[in-house]
T-cell receptor, first 113, second 105 residues
Framework: DAGVIQSPRHEVTEMGQEVTLRCKPI?????LFWYRQTMMRGLELLIY????????DSGMPEDRFSAKMPNASFSTLKIQPSEPRDSAVYFCASSYRGNSPLHFGNGTRLTVT | GQNIDQPTEMTATEGAIVQINCTYQ??????LSWYQQHDGGAPTFLSY????GLEETGRFSSFLSRSDSYGYLPLQELQMKDSASYFC??????FGKGTRLSVIA
């Protein structure tokens, strides 16, 4: 079991650039979640998918954020254009089903200058 | 609204016993989970309560009282490696801000 795999681990970009974060969930898990973690706001759920279908995206902060899950083994979170306030650690997590324990990836530390 | 409250910081000595408390106000409550996160790492699952009472999951246990909207995570025989942040959560939507536990010699 390779666990949830996220890439890249670190991303440094300039304001206005497009950023794409990637996630491969654990095989057989039906639910996938994107979280953002900052010191001020803690862990915030951005969006989650069930069987590749977005169920709740109310946590997506703005239209600059979008997420896709084209198949059961891959998801992306895109920020376009990026802003300095988007700097945070972004975690992807998967679970067997919605209320099962979450398995988190190692996160992507995003810095927007 | 949905909210989870837990202490911000705690300090304890090696070998001691501590209890991290959590109160919650959430809609559609399905249970309370606990996660541990070391600095620079990812949250990892510790324990889950779907029903009232004490639940034991390996080394970790957790308690839930639905009538009081309250739960806690007891940590026994603390070791230095237990220094981490502990999150109470009503997954998948709501996480507490975390309790930073420092274990000192």
């Amino acid at each position: 079991d390779a666990g949830v795999i996220q890439s890249p681990r670190h991303e440094v970009t300039e304001m206005g650039q497009e950023v794409t974060l990637r996630c491969k969930p654990i095989s057989g898990h039906n639910s996938l979640f994107w979280y953002r973690q900052t010191m001020m706001r803690g862990l915030e759920l951005l969006i989650y998918f069930n069987n590749n279908v977005p169920i709740d995206d109310s946590g997506m902060p703005e239209d600059r954020f979008s997420a896709k899950m084209p198949n059961a083994s891959f998801s992306t979170l895109k920020i376009q254009p990026s802003e300095p306030r988007d700097s945070a650690v972004y975690f992807c997590a998967s679970s067997y089903r919605g209320n099962s324990p979450l398995h988190f990836g190692n996160g992507t530390r995003l810095t927007v200058t | 609204g949905q909210n989870i409250d837990q202490p911000t910081e705690m300090t304890a000595t090696e070998g001691a016993i501590v209890q991290i408390n959590c109160t919650y106000q959430t809609s559609g409550f399905y249970g309370l989970s606990w996660y541990q996160q070391h600095d620079g790492g990812a949250p990892t699952f510790l324990s889950y309560n779907g029903l009232d009472g004490l639940e034991e999951t390996g080394r970790f246990s957790s308690f839930l009282s639905r009538s009081d909207s309250y739960g806690y995570l007891p940590l026994q025989e603390l070791q230095m490696k237990d220094s981490a942040s502990y999150f109470c959560a009503a997954p998948p939507l709501v996480f507490g801000k975390g309790t930073r536990l420092s274990v000192i010699a």
